[in-house]
């Protein structure tokens, strides 16, 4: 029987607190604090901003690990701080991620870790009843099937040609003859 995972709200609301002061202090921009309490078991808070420089992401995160020892909280590790571009910092209910822009627009973590909204009406898509869409989608899928179909043919006529061969460019070959020379 495993123990279920014991979530400490002070402890973890302090710990945000200290890692985003620490945030301020250094002015990381784009400051966002997500609960992932139901998405994941691995943490329960992460905690996402932006640096300028891969300099400053890295300074950012350094700043972060002294605050969070100065309030009593042990970081369990630290990667990415040698590149720059992405430090994670791992505080076991808190983790903390401190990237370059471009980074972060890269992978996405907001959309990944955030909760995704109930539809408000799943039977119909874009306003059509789902009867509807789902003819739509049908039919595209018919013509496409159609249009691959067409491809693969042009693909298997070319198959069967034998393949050209590239003209020289004006140099020419060496000729062997069949007779021996003697």
């Known amino acids: 029987m495993t123990p279920s995972?014991?979530?400490?709200?002070?402890?973890r609301a302090a710990l945000v607190k200290s890692v985003v002061a620490a945030l301020e202090d250094m002015k990381a921009t784009h400051i966002k604090v997500m609960d992932v309490r139901k998405i994941t078991d691995v943490s329960d808070?992460?905690?996402l901003a932006s640096g300028n420089s891969d300099?400053?992401?890295?300074?950012?995160?350094?700043?972060?690990?002294e605050r969070c020892k100065a309030a009593g909280?042990?970081?369990?590790?630290?990667?990415?701080?040698?590149?720059g571009e992405w430090v994670?910092?791992?505080?076991?209910?808190?983790?903390?991620?401190?990237?370059?822009?471009?980074?972060?627009?890269f992978y996405g973590l907001e959309e990944l870790w955030e909760p995704v909204p109930a539809r408000p009406n799943a039977r119909s898509v874009k306003g059509k009843p789902k009867a509807?869409?789902?003819?739509?989608?049908?039919a595209k899928s018919k013509s496409k099937s159609k249009s691959k179909s067409k491809a693969a043919s042009g693909k298997k006529a070319a198959a069967a040609s034998p393949p050209r061969r590239k003209?020289?460019?004006g140099r020419k070959s060496p000729q062997v003859s069949s007779r021996s020379r003697g």
Do not use: T
Not at 5 to 11: F, N, T
Not at 94 to 100: E, F, R, T, W
Not at 132 to 138: F, T, V, Y
């Open 5 to 11: 995972k014991v979530s400490r709200p002070p402890a």
């Open 73 to 83: 909280f042990r970081p369990m590790g630290l990667e990415g701080e040698r590149e």
């Open 45 to 47: 808070c992460m905690v």
């Open 55 to 65: 300099r400053h992401v890295r300074s950012i995160a350094d700043r972060v690990i």
């Open 88 to 105: 994670l910092v791992d505080l076991n209910d808190v983790i903390v991620h401190v990237m370059l822009p471009r980074v972060r627009e």
């Open 132 to 138: 509807k869409a789902h003819a739509k989608a049908k």
């Open 167 to 169: 003209p020289s460019g």
